[in-house]
């Protein structure tokens, strides 16, 4: 007789490919997927294989499976030390000796993992507008990036404020690196960390638009923000933002990318942008906006609304470009939080001050929603959307229920 031992296709994360950005931690309906300073990690114990973290992933590191005997299951702890994926074994899942064992598929794939991505457990849209152009992802990996040159390297915030925000101009040359507004690419910055491993890469969103910052040049933007201090307040220079902010015009880049292929602006004419952000947010808006400057003579009608948050006038990026743009092409509300003798505005009280106008934007079916910047400012803005469409008669449950599955609404925050 033999004993049959339960055998599960483990959920885990390529460490060699994964960039750390935390898409997959907080989209995890169950908690399953935490991270240490090293690597992030599934707990096999938690993870229902509901596929919800995958198609965020902008890498696709996420997109791993081994099958194993439950009891062997990898451990967190174990998954922590990783600096590589194990290899699929061959797996006996009986105890009996002399049993022949059946062989697993070499490498993994989602082959038999049943469901598809369940929309509500997300808060925004898994995919992009019907509209969007098709994106091109991971044509640069870890193992072979793609040299890029820089040709501009601007401090966007006023020399007196403390935030030191960088417009920083990444060229290509002949080298083909085809980008779509709302994309990011990741950098990967040159030494090591403390215990000799290679830094990993730091992921950003482009700024400009797909035909080149430059139109017409094989060229891309990047708004960086120099990290100076921890989350907790403690003076700490972020590793990548420091180099990219230091760089001179010539120097050369190491890129990955590019990632997303959800969080893309539509492509019909007449289809409405809805835009909120804070600080370094404002990159994909930089981007979307200025593709829509360019066509806007080729027939774009849609409106562009715009709501953008930061401390000051002097920190807030793009403040005067954004200022020159013509009213009836965009409507710019900005929210300043630390102007001395005014009170403290957040962008979800702007949008409450606009209701009427935000509520308009929700009933039209060609409007799109992004939202781009802090962690802190997703619950408000979407209970100041759900607040403005409940009071203006459409019901925010389904509505929201019809943003998400029609990709209308993406949402990217850290
Ligand atoms: P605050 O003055 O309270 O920090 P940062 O400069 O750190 O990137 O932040 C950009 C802007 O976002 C600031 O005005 C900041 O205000 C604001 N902010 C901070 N928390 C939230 C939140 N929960 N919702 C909306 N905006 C926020």
Redesign the pocket.
Known sequence: MSVHLEVIKQHLIDPEICIRCNTCEETCPVGAITHDGKNYVVNAELCNLCMACVSPCPTGAIDNWRQIRKDDAYSVDEQYTWEELPKQTTIATSVEQGEAAPKTDEGGGTDGVEGGIEVDTVLGSTLPPWSAARPYVNIYTHKAPITATVVGNYRLTAETSE?DVHHIVLDFGQMPFPVLEGQSIAVLPPGATAEGRAHHARQYSIASARDGERRGYNNLSLTV?RVVSDAQGQARGGVCSNYLCDLKKGDTVQVIGPFGSSFLMPNHPNSHLLMIC???GSAPMRAMTEYRRRRRLKGATGKLMLFF???TRE?LPYFGPLMNLPKDFIDVNL????TQGQP?K???DLMRERAEEVAGMLRDENTYIYVC??K??EE?VLQALADIANQSGQPWEPLWKKLKQLGRLHLETY
């Open positions: 935030s923000k804070t600080g370094t948050g930061a401390r920190e929210a300043f939080s630390r403290k957040y962008v979800q910047g802090l802190g400012m408000g």
